[in-house]
């Protein structure tokens, strides 16, 4: 299932996500999804199981070989 959810951001917040995306090669959208993916797995970490496996997540696949 897919949820979207609208996130409100300061221009400094949103020039700092800009710069982000663009050094790991991402477009903001899937820059601010791998944040919070990461942040949710860091506070969360028997939520990692309930998460699809990385052939379904590309987004993830780079930071699981890292």
Not at 15 to 32: C, I, Q, T, W
Request: glycine content about 2%.
């Amino acid at each position: 299932m897919t949820n979207r959810i609208v996130v409100i951001l300061e221009q400094h917040e949103y020039s700092a996500l800009l710069d982000m995306a663009v050094s790991d090669l991402r477009n903001p959208a899937d820059e601010l999804r791998q944040i919070l993916r990461l942040e949710i797995d860091r506070r969360n970490p028997g939520c990692q199981e309930n998460n699809q496996n990385e052939e379904e997540h590309p987004i993830l696949k780079e930071e699981i070989k890292s």
